[in-house]
């Protein structure tokens, strides 16, 4: 483990507000009437935390859990009760059936080769182990071809397997109007004429945001359940999850003309108040957020007031101007990086990123916590 597991508690803080996540999950499943509601819990439950983030939307009522890997779907086997169903969205990885079948893990087979390995595990075990099919409805990505329907549909016929559910991917739900999303749900309604009486699943956040027509017999969100922002030019419905805070190092005044940072690449035009703060881009605060004489970039909050980030963004520090604060905050004292002033989507637009590769980016260097209806842990 890297050192962050002896967190003596002086540097950055996370915390994750398991309410907020369950109540994200229940208002989805509202949404959902009539599908079962999964919870993808890849990356570490998007950076949140895999153990516990599980265990909340278990509390909630998920049953229907993802992992991208084998390694996270046995990390969600181990923290919840035995009536928690795991889908491994990478498929089977070649010579793991025993592993899944041991851990009771649903390969979602994605080719002919691990429905072949898949099938052989079924027949050398005499038991028909559940597992999920994924087309490829226009994505390019996982998934057997539409025209390996046919073939799908005989290997399994001949051993009368019945696949779990089979499901597919959007590539554009984020964009509601996009005509793809017509063509994917089309040609998704094709395949599922060829597995009849089969359990089917389309949707991710964004899918299960926009259109009923998507919803089928399970939605599979992700991003929505951790606050982020899943459909493009709207106002995002969720509730915040994840609270970001890194200490005050250092309070310095500056002149004009001085530059600040790596590369002195901003110069300050006034005479500056500066803080030094204990976060950079080796604790997931992007590069990127970068301020420069050119060209403006993150902020954060300091004392409920909007700090611009001034020069680049270090590995272990930021500079970020405190000006017009009226009063001059302690070192020790703490910024908001994100929270309720600032969204993981608000500093992914500066960053010219997604809320998603925000939260995954949230490994760094901080202690973690996490609260559930006021106590914290
Ligand atoms: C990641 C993923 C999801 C969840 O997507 P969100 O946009 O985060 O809701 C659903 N299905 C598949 C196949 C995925 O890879």
Redesign the pocket.
């Known amino acids: 483990m890297p050192v962050a597991a002896v967190a003596t508690g002086y540097g950055g803080r996370l915390t994750v507000d398991l309410a907020a996540l369950k109540r994200n999950w229940q208002a989805l499943d509202k949404v959902s009437t009539g599908a079962l509601t999964g919870a ?1 819990v ?1 990356a570490d439950a ?1 950076g949140t935390g895999i153990v516990q983030a599980s265990r909340a939307l278990y509390q909630a009522g998920a049953r229907f859990f ?1 992992g ?1 890997t084998p390694d996270e779907a046995v990390a969600v086997r181990a923290a919840l009760p035995e009536d928690a169903h795991i889908f491994v ?1 990478d498929g089977l990885f070649p010579g793991a059936a025993p592993l899944y079948v041991g851990e009771r893990l649903m390969p ?1 087979l994605s080719s002919l080769p691990m429905l072949e390995e898949w099938l052989q595990a079924c027949i050398a075990r005499n038991e028909a182990l559940p597992a999920a099919l ?1 087309f490829d409805t226009g994505m390019n990505r ?1 998934g057997f071809r539409l025209n390996e329907a046919s073939i799908v549909r005989r290997m399994i016929d001949q051993l009368g397997y019945a696949p779990q559910m089979i ?1 597919s ?1 959007l590539a554009c ?1 984020d964009q509601p109007n996009h005509e793809k999303n017509r063509t994917q749900l089309a040609l998704f309604t094709s395949v599922m004429a060829q597995f009849p009486g089969v359990p089917a699943s389309l949707a ?3 899918g299960l945001m926009t259109g009923r027509e998507n919803h089928f017999q399970m939605v ?5 359940l951790y606050g ?1 922002r ?1 459909v493009t030019g709207r106002r995002n419905p969720m509730s915040p999850v994840v609270t970001l805070e890194a200490p005050i190092l250092q309070v310095k005044d500056a002149k004009t003309g001085e530059s600040v940072g790596y590369g002195a690449t901003q110069t300050l035009a006034r005479d500056s108040r500066l803080a030094i703060v204990a976060l950079g881009y080796a604790d997931g605060f992007f590069r990127s957020l970068s301020s420069s004489n050119q060209r403006g970039g993150g902020r954060v909050v300091v004392r409920d007031k909007y700090a611009p980030v001034t020069g680049r963004v270090s590995m272990d520090t930021i500079i970020v101007d405190i000006t017009e604060l009226e009063e001059v905050p302690v070192p020790g004292e703490m910024v908001e990086i994100l929270g309720a002033n600032i969204s993981v989507d608000d500093q992914a637009d500066v960053a010219n990123t997604i809320g ?1 590769e925000v939260l995954t980016s949230l490994k760094g260097r901080y202690s973690r916590h996490y609260v559930d209806s006021g106590t914290t842990t």
């Open positions: 993808v890849k998007y993802f991208a969205l979602v994924h996982l499901m991917h739900a991710n956040s964004a599979r969100p992700g991003i929505a982020g899943a998603y």
